[in-house]
């Protein structure tokens, strides 16, 4: 079946810019995650949804970074006047609901910040 | 908190070599440990994990022990291939927070024919 998608693949803003990365999780699962990889890093969590509800935002680097799930499927990240520090690949994943379930992850949102 | 801490790369290798890449962790709760592989273009898949002390992870002939006396996670292939080339990222979830996954910073791994 398909697997985590994210659009655009690839996006450049000007500073001050606002922006919106989409993620379709796959279908059914209740819980979806949103990560930032900064350049040769590690991913690190950003927010948390299970279904609609956003159960965790504690990653979120400033109130710039804003994320919804209205109808408990597709999500959007969206981030307010960026600046050049948010520069990175924004990594979405989804997993059934529970901590024993794996977490699917989408190809990722490269985002570049000018 | 918590945090995973990886050997840095590059880790350049000959085909068929011996492969180890370190991981060890800080954790406050019982955590599960995963390894998960980022092949060139493509997106993060998991690899590997064990979920209690002295489990042993394995896939594609990889394979990883849990070891709470040493805090450690290291990842182990016998003999490579260059189709092992990718980056690879030790990771953690422990139950106190919630279902996020906390991450090394990723070695990559290159294998030459």
């Known amino acids: 079946g398909a697997g985590v998608s994210q659009s655009p693949r690839y996006k450049v803003a000007k500073r001050g810019q606002d922006v919106a990365l989409r993620c379709d999780p796959i279908?059914?699962?209740?819980?979806l995650f949103w990560y930032q990889q900064a350049l040769g890093q590690g991913p690190e969590f950003l927010t948390y949804?299970?279904?609609?509800?956003?159960?965790?935002k504690s990653g979120l680097p400033s109130d710039r970074f804003f994320a919804e799930r209205p109808e408990g499927s597709v999500s959007t990240l969206k981030i307010q006047r960026t600046q050049q520090e948010d520069s990175a690949v924004y990594l979405c994943?989804?997993?059934?609901?529970?901590?024993?379930?794996?977490?699917?992850f989408g190809p990722g949102t490269r985002l570049t910040v000018t | 908190g918590n945090s995973v801490t990886q050997m840095e790369g590059p880790v350049t290798l000959s085909e068929e070599a011996f492969l180890t890449i370190n991981c060890t962790y800080t954790?406050?709760?019982?955590?599960?440990l995963f390894w998960y592989v980022q092949y060139p273009g493509e997106g993060l898949q998991l690899l590997l994990k064990?979920?209690?002390?002295?489990d042993k992870g394995s896939n594609k002939g990889f394979e990883a022990t849990y070891r709470k006396e040493t805090t450690s996670f290291h990842l182990e292939k016998g003999s490579v291939q260059v189709s092992d080339s990718a980056v690879y990222f030790c990771?953690?979830?422990?139950?106190?927070?919630?279902?996020?996954?906390?991450f090394g910073g990723g070695t990559r791994l290159m294998v030459k024919p």
């Open positions: 990771a953690l979830r422990t139950d106190n927070a919630g279902n996020m996954l906390t």
């Open positions: 279908s059914g699962h209740v819980s």
């Open positions: 064990a979920t209690k002390a002295d």
């Open positions: 954790a406050t709760g019982y955590p599960s």
């Open positions: 994943a989804s997993s059934l609901t529970g901590r024993r379930y794996e977490q699917y």
């Open positions: 949804f299970q279904n609609e509800a956003q159960l965790d």
